[in-house]
C-alpha cells in the first residue's frame, strides 16, 4: 500500500457523529456505531493522492491519543453536534491543544453534526441502553456564527494572520450523516483544499531528502578516558 500522501484528522467529543460522518462518506450509509477506541483510519484515493483520514475518539479516557493521533496531520476535522453546545466548547478546551502536533500550515475544519435532528430533538436511549443520547433542549443549541467566532480563535490560537487564513465562512459547515447533508460536500472541501500542501511537502521533500554523497558519517564520540 502506497504511503499516504498526507493525513486528516476527526477530533471531538464522544457521540458527535465523526464516525458516522467517514461512515456516510467511505461507505455511503448511515449504520450503527459503538464508542470509538482509540482511533481508526481509512485511505482516500484523491486523483494521484493518498489521503489518511483518522476518526479518534471523543471519550475523556482515550484524550491523552488525541495529540499521537493529530501528529504531522495537514487537516483537522473539529466537530461538534449542533444539539448540543457543550460540545462546541469542549472543542476549544478540551481538543484545541491536541492539535499542537499537527503540521504548522495544518487547516482546520469546525463542523457541527446532526442537522436532521433540529426539529425534533429530543431525550432518546437506545434500547441497549448502552448508549444513552441526552440533549437538554429539543432545538438547535449551536449557531454557524459561533462556530465561526471559534474558527476565528482557532487562528488566533495558532498565531495565524487572520487575512491569509481560510475565511472562516468556507472553513465552517453544519451536516448530518444520517441524511448525507453536506457530508461530501466536506470530504471534497478538505481534500482540495489540503492537495497544495502535498504538492509543497513533494517539493520540499525533494529539496530535504539527503544527498547520501554530501553527509559526512557522524564522527563517533570517541569517549575519551
Ligand atoms: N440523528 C443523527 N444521529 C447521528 C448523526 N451522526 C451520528 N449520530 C448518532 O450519534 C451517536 C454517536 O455517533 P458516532 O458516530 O458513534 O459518534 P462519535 O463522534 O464517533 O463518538 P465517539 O466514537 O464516542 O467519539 C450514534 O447513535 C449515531 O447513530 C447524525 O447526523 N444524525
Ligand atoms: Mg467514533
Not at 31 to 54: C, E, R
Not at 183 to 200: A, G, Q, R, T
Request: glycine share 6%; charged share 25%; with cysteine.
Amino acid at each position: 500500500m502506497k504511503k499516504p500522501d498526507l493525513k486528516v484528522v476527526l477530533l471531538g467529543d464522544m457521540n458527535v457523529g465523526k464516525t458516522s460522518l467517514l461512515h456516510r462518506y467511505m461507505e455511503r450509509r448511515f449504520q450503527d456505531t459503538v464508542s470509538t477506541v482509540g482511533g481508526a483510519f481509512y485511505l482516500k484515493q484523491w486523483g494521484p493522492y493518498n489521503i489518511s483520514i483518522w476518526d479518534t475518539a471523543g471519550r475523556e479516557q482515550f484524550h491523552g491519543l488525541g495529540s499521537m493521533y493529530c501528529r504531522a496531520a495537514s487537516a483537522v476535522i473539529l466537530t461538534y453536534d449542533v444539539c448540543y453546545m457543550q460540545s462546541l466548547l469542549e472543542l476549544e478546551d478540551r481538543f484545541l491543544g491536541l492539535t499542537d502536533t499537527a503540521s504548522d500550515d495544518c487547516i482546520f475544519f469546525v463542523v457541527g453534526n446532526k442537522t436532521d435532528l433540529i426539529d425534533d430533538y429530543h431525550f432518546k436511549s437506545d434500547t441497549e441502553g448502552e448508549r444513552p443520547h441526552v440533549s437538554s433542549k429539543s432545538h438547535k443549541q449551536v449557531y454557524l456564527e459561533d462556530a465561526i467566532a471559534l474558527y476565528k480563535r482557532i487562528i488566533k490560537y495558532k498565531m495565524l494572520d487572520e487575512h491569509t487564513a481560510p475565511a472562516a465562512e468556507k472553513m465552517c459547515f453544519e451536516t448530518s450523516a444520517k441524511t448525507g447533508h453536506n457530508v461530501d460536500v466536506l470530504f471534497e472541501e478538505v481534500f482540495n483544499m489540503v492537495i497544495p500542501l502535498i504538492l509543497k511537502k513533494k517539493s520540499n521533500g525533494l529539496e530535504e531528502t539527503v544527498n547520501l554523497a554530501q553527509t559526512k558519517p557522524e564522527k563517533s564520540k570517541s569517549s575519551c578516558c
